[in-house]
């Protein structure tokens, strides 16, 4: 069992930045790999960003590549979204969520969820 709690979201100006943080429990956390999705009310979950479970291979949606960075910090049990040069299209509810196999772009690969944390971004 894993549960995640994601931090750090907030309300930031365009062009801002904020890193939202993804606190799991259990050691388990560090054989599981991890994404990130978001979603606007409305419209459904959009896959964001994904990390393997030991950090070395990542990807990211096409719409933020070169802006957010996905990482992770097993010792901690912790992953993280850093984003950069934030558009107000990036605002929508960010969740972090976490995966026994592969990682990819598929909701239906993960297996736990968190709560989400809200994203603003103004124009």
């Known amino acids: 069992q894993v549960q995640l709690v994601e931090s750090g979201g907030g309300l930031v100006q365009a062009g801002g930045s904020l890193r939202l943080s993804c606190a799991a429990s259990?050691?388990?956390?560090?054989?599981?790999?991890m994404g990130w999705f978001r979603q606007v009310p409305g419209k459904e979950r959009e896959f964001v960003a994904a990390?393997?479970?030991?950090?070395?291979?990542?990807t990211y949606a096409d719409s933020v590549k070169g802006r957010f960075t996905i990482s992770r910090d097993n010792a901690r049990y912790t992953g993280y979204l850093q984003m950069n040069s934030l558009k107000p299209e990036d605002t929508a509810v960010y969740y972090c969520?976490?995966?026994?196999?592969?990682?990819?772009?598929?909701?239906?690969?993960?297996?736990?969820w968190g709560q989400g944390t809200q994203v603003t971004v103004s124009s």
């Open positions: 259990g050691r388990t956390f560090t054989s599981y790999g």
């Open positions: 990390i393997s479970w030991r950090g070395s291979s990542t």
């Open positions: 969520a976490a995966a026994a196999a592969r990682v990819g772009g598929n909701p239906s690969l993960y297996s736990y």
